[in-house]
């Protein structure tokens, strides 16, 4: 992981709409996967994470080994799929009604599970975050399910590619006050990043 170098290109945003997850996975590839293998540091001495859905939280899942026993929360099919034979990994997969474009549930039962449990970490994809604004997605079913896991977690961290930044999706799913780390890729131009910490929130450069 870096704290440090940055490039100064303009952000542009790919991700505009409700784009099914077999076509997002395509896009950015490489900044996903470091920004995964960041994430892992902060995971390594967890007893419990949740890991949303979405294309660069699924990049998590795919490098996440633990040495010890991990239990996982998901509402995404994708992750509960590749964890369910990991050695060290329970999962706990959120039951509801799946949506095709992410193959992630939503609605009243997963909702219900949340109630019940607590967890330490929640890594969570987002669509957009603007500094002035909130952290948005481009689906309101999902919406109130990503702030359910954020009320039940102690630790929020999202995991965004540089194009996702200053722009504002349809459904705001928390403040930036509420967030504890951003991972991003190398792209972010250094006076965002600077912005971001002046709001408390951690950066970690991947």
């Known amino acids: 992981m870096r704290s440090a170098r940055y490039s100064g290109a303009s952000i542009s945003n790919p991700y505009a709409g409700d784009k ?44 996440l080994h633990p040495s010890k026993k991990l239990t996982v929360i998901t509402p995404a099919l ?6 369910s034979s990991r050695n060290n990994i329970e999962v706990l997969q959120l039951g509801g009604v799946i949506r095709p474009n992410s193959s992630s549930v939503a609605g009243g039962y997963a909702l219900q599970v949340l109630e019940t449990i607590s967890c330490e970490l929640l890594f969570l994809g987002v669509d957009d975050i603007e500094l002035d604004y909130s952290a948005t997605i481009s689906n309101l079913t999902e919406a109130t399910l990503n702030m359910k896991m954020i009320e039940t977690a102690q630790t929020l961290i999202l995991l965004a590619d540089s194009s996702k930044f200053n722009r504002r999706g349809v459904a705001k799913i928390c403040s930036v006050e509420q967030i504890d780390y951003i991972i991003i890729d190398d792209k972010i131009p250094a006076h965002l990043v600077n912005q971001f910490e002046d709001k408390g929130v951690k950066i970690i450069i991947s």
């Open 20 to 63: 099914p997850i077999n076509e997002k996975e395509f896009i950015n590839i490489d900044e996903k996967k470091k920004i995964a293998k960041a994430a892992i540091d902060l995971a390594k001495n967890a007893d419990s994470i949740m890991i949303g859905s979405g294309t660069t939280a699924f990049a998590l899942a795919t490098v």
């Open 78 to 83: 994708k992750v509960g799929l590749e964890l």
